[in-house]
């Protein structure tokens, strides 16, 4: 099985560009990865996976941010606005009170446009150009539009969002506003709005830049990348277990990837591979319920609600790469409530890091699988924070303190306190 944590490095295909191909996770069929645009097998419309003849090592790595791990990725450079090198914070007091060996938060909302989607469309968006498309488009829950609006603009080419209407978050439409992205309010939800782009994509009308696409996944390896330099770095290991939140499982599939390619690579032995852990959303956990329940695909929600928007989907397009990278990994999925979603958003906040909602289910997840006994006391965790307390401001207030009225003088200040 071509996902198989043992799986050998394949052969380089005849129609391979520069050692650099597609192949179908389901039948394994190859494809020329620039010659034609597709973003699902030809043959039994898999998901398709990019591969390389040649695969890097830590020692190959140079340089700051995405385009560090170029030897990673299909092209030398992207569209880029200074994407990746997000910090791996320190939290000592989340640490404790979580009990565990050790705790990091990888903040992924202190990229460009705020989110981790920004690693994804610098490639994507360089691939776009390859590709020789005008318009590019993709369906979203906010944070995606914004990246591909910023990334977009950056490589000066139109941009056309579908999102959610009244269901996203306020930073996140204005950004994409801004941006210059067209923007089209949709009367549904995500997996609706998604399945509208995908046909548009398909009658050719635009270049389909959900993590759908394969080319984006490869940029989101890099946090993985940059998670166990980091972790090597400080600990002289990689960590146990990384706990993410989970949408669209794009991010679950791209770090697995990322760990599979390394230990093909000889980099990283199978059973030091970090156990991936994902997060959902009591009330958008299809993800979760085809992990308790080991089933061989995951059943698509059609109601979904959360607080956290950005992970609000019931159709999570990349589970059949997601679902072999939790279980291979040895990891689990676990659901959250949006009370603790919100109490993870505070006790984050109060090691002075700002994040949307979403990001905080990483952090709610692992303190409820710790009180369950399933993380150890022993564990080296990184917990992925995917997106920007700014993003969202409203959550963020409601989840704060009120503003309290005073007087506009000292006195009425001072007695007010
Ligand atoms: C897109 C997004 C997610 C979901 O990531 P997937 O890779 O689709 O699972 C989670 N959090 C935030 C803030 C996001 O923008
Ligand atoms: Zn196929």
Not at 92 to 106: D, F, N, Q, T, Y
Not at 341 to 353: L, N, S
């Amino acid at each position: 099985m071509s996902l198989s944590l043992s799986a050998e490095q394949p052969d380089e295909p005849a129609d391979a560009a520069d050692g650099v191909w597609l192949e179908c996770i389901e039948c394994g069929d190859t494809f020329a990865p620039f010659d034609d645009i597709r973003y699902t097998c030809d043959e039994c419309d898999g998901l398709l996976e990019v591969r390389y003849a040649d695969l890097p090592t830590f020692d190959d790595f140079d340089g700051h941010g995405v385009w560090r791990y170029a030897d990673a990725l299909p092209f030398e450079e992207g569209v880029s606005i200074q994407e990746g090198a997000t910090p791996l914070y320190e939290v000592p007091r989340l640490e404790e009170s979580v009990g565990v060996e050790a705790l990091r938060i990888k903040h992924e909302g202190m990229n460009p446009t705020g989110s981790f989607k920004d690693r994804g469309m610098t490639v994507g968006v360089r691939v776009a150009k390859e590709l020789g498309v005008g318009r590019l488009a993709c369906a979203s829950t906010g944070n995606t539009s914004a990246a591909l609006a910023a990334y977009g603009s950056r490589g000066g080419m139109q941009t056309l969002v579908l999102l959610p209407a009244g269901k996203v978050a306020a930073g996140k439409i204005a950004q994409a506003s801004l941006h210059g992205a067209r923007i089209l309010e949709v009367d549904g939800n995500f997996d609706a709005c998604l399945d509208i782009v995908q046909e548009l994509a398909a009658q050719g009308e635009a270049y389909l830049l959900n993590s759908l696409n394969p080319f984006r996944l490869e940029g989101q390896k890099t946090i993985g990348l940059e998670i166990l330099e980091g972790f090597l770095a400080d600990y002289d290991a990689v960590p146990d277990r990384i706990v993410l939140p989970v949408g669209n499982a794009g991010n679950t599939s791209a770090l697995y990837k990322a760990f599979r390619e390394l230990v093909q690579a000889g980099e990283l032995d199978e059973d030091d591979v970090p156990k991936l852990t994902g997060v959902q959303a009591e009330g958008a956990a299809p993800m979760v319920e085809a992990i308790e329940n080991d089933a061989d695909e995951v059943r698509r929600w059609d109601d979904v609600e959360t607080r956290a928007t950005a992970i609000r989907i019931g159709n999570p397009v990349n589970a059949p790469k997601a679902l072999p990278g939790i279980r291979e990994t040895g990891g689990t999925a676990v659901a959250v409530s949006d009370e603790e979603i919100t109490e993870a958003q505070r006790d984050i906040a109060g090691e002075g890091i700002g994040v949307e909602p979403a990001s905080a289910a990483s952090v709610a997840g692992l303190r409820k699988l710790r009180t369950e006994g399933v993380v150890d006391d022993d564990e080296r965790v990184a917990c992925l924070t995917t997106g920007h307390l700014l993003k969202d401001p409203d959550a963020a207030a409601a989840a704060g303190s009120e503003p309290e009225p005073v007087p506009a003088e000292t006195q009425g200040v001072l007695e007010h306190l």
